[in-house]
């Protein structure tokens, strides 16, 4: 188990004099800061890390990562930068905390750029310019970054043809999983899914958005996963960013939180009886709803 946190108000090693420096607590806001090497102190015995992002205003924010484990609320409009595993390579160390720390970040629900500075990620990750740039080529061959000349490299925003396209291709490949998760899938996996919204089964979804949202999202993984084909999961993951970040700003509006619920019992329903045909329909149909109300409503990411 891990050692307790530190007490609050220890100066991050690296602030610069005059600035202010990041300290523990729990409810921490933006942080005009620019920091060193990670925050080896956070849980003795795990190396956790300061993140810096900067965005196109020239202002540079920071914080400490994982925060679900110290903190209630964290702003995923940041990027949160997971601790380094020491079993592999600085190359791959790099390239899985930044996917993963991007992966987590609410990107549409802000217009300002984010763009990641490569000096202040190799102090943040503890490692050289070298792995973060090899890491970043990666990144950007899947389209999780784009690399400017004379600017930088920025998170990529996909417009909203893009995003409904996107959406269009997740609704075939899902459906697909939901038919595989009717003949496969355990009876045990599918009462999971069932389990994920009972919290919510009383009319109190508007009231847990982020609770649901969450719930949400890891329902429509599941059913990737319980397709039990991992090309479809391999074709899917790099539409999760995107997909995510969508759901979880569209959630709120329209009344889309109850008429989820819905939609989610009926597609349980029917992979409790085992009826392929009526899973992957409703599937299809839950998430190309998606689609339309991001033609129809998100004009803003034009």
């Not at 763009?115 to 102090?123: G, V």
């Not at 899917?236 to 970040?245: P, S, V, Y």
Request: charge should be neutral; hydrophobic fraction near 40%; proline fraction near 3%.
């Amino acid at each position: 188990m891990a050692g307790p946190i530190r007490p609050a108000r220890e100066r991050v090693p690296g602030a610069r004099v005059g600035e202010a420096s990041l300290s523990l607590f729990p409810d921490f806001g933006n942080f005009g800061i620019v920091l060193g090497r990670a925050v080896e102190y956070v849980l003795p015995g795990r190396l956790y890390l300061v993140y810096i992002i900067s965005y196109s205003d020239g202002s540079a924010r920071g914080t400490q990562n994982r925060g679900r484990s110290l903190m209630n609320t964290v702003d995923r409009s940041k990027l949160v930068v997971e601790p380094l595993d020491t079993s592999v390579s600085y190359k791959a160390r790099a390239y899985l905390a930044l996917k993963q720390a991007i992966t987590e970040m609410d990107i549409y629900d802000h217009r300002q750029e984010i763009r990641l500075d490569e000096r202040q990620l190799c102090e943040a990750l503890g490692v050289s310019r070298t792995p973060i740039r090899e890491a970043m080529a990666l990144l950007e061959q899947e389209g999780f970054v784009r690399s400017q000349p004379r600017r930088g490299i920025f998170v990529v925003r996909k417009t909203k043809r893009e995003i409904v396209e996107m959406i269009t291709v997740w609704a075939a490949l899902e459906g697909m999983a939901a038919r595989l998760a009717a003949e496969r899938a355990s009876d045990e996996e599918i009462a999971s899914l069932r389990r994920m919204f009972a919290e919510f089964e009383t009319g109190n979804a508007a009231d847990h958005l982020g609770e649901y949202s969450e719930a949400n999202i890891t329902f429509h993984q599941t059913i990737i996963r319980l397709g039990g084909y991992s090309l479809i999961v391999d074709m899917t993951e790099n539409l999760f960013i995107h997909l995510r970040a969508i759901r979880k700003l569209t959630i709120g509006q329209d009344n889309r939180a109850e008429r989820s619920i819905l939609d989610h019992q009926r597609i349980i329903a029917a992979l409790e009886r085992r009826d392929g045909d009526l899973a992957e329909r409703l599937v299809r149909e839950h998430t190309l709803g998606l689609a339309r109300h991001v033609e129809e409503h998100c004009g803003f990411l034009d």
